[in-house]
């Protein structure tokens, strides 16, 4: 029983082990074979919608009554038969007042954003792609003069970069 025991650990370890060594057939994402594959690290410009919050404000105008005048008395019967003199107030005029609210605003504001991607690729394809990140004009790039400032073009910054290990 413990050697049934201990041969299924041995086998889980065997299998988890292989997983995390990457033994596990994948294929390459550039030319779709899938000898000699291995993760390389790609950078992925994105357009993303962020809100955007702006406040302002609005002015609203609005009554605030008077003081009110005294005129007479009011005979009032209550549920029990009961007579009482309550005081009759009219409203006299009204003041104009104004107040000043905040208004949330939101719009949606498209920006750029960058992440890493991993990438599974060949040794032909990472090669390649090497080849462009050392320095090697990319298709369409124009020579560089040294008097402008040179930016990225979306096709070399969408090219794979493989990971270097030296120690």
Not at 34 to 44: E, G, T
Request: with cysteine.
């Amino acid at each position: 029983m413990r050697k049934i025991q201990l041969s299924m650990a041995l086998a889980i370890v065997a299998l988890v082990g292989a997983r995390a060594t990457g033994t596990d057939e994948r294929c390459c994402s550039q030319c779709g074979c899938n000898c000699h594959v291995h993760a390389v690290c790609r950078l992925k410009c994105e357009t993303r919608k962020v809100p955007k919050i702006t406040y302002s404000c609005e002015c609203e105008d609005f009554c605030v009554p008077g003081v009110s005048k005294k005129c007479g008395t009011i005979t009032e019967t209550d549920e029990h038969g009961c007579e009482h003199c309550k005081p009759n107030y009219v409203p006299q005029c009204a003041g104009v007042r104004t107040r000043t609210k905040l208004v949330k605003h939101v719009t949606e504001k498209e920006e750029k954003s960058y992440r890493w991607v991993v990438e599974y690729v060949c040794d032909n394809c990472a090669a390649r792609c090497a080849k462009c990140a050392a320095g090697a004009p990319a298709k369409g790039a124009a020579p560089d003069n040294g008097a402008q400032e040179s930016t990225p073009d979306k096709e070399a910054m969408q090219q794979p970069v493989a990971p270097s290990f030296s120690r």
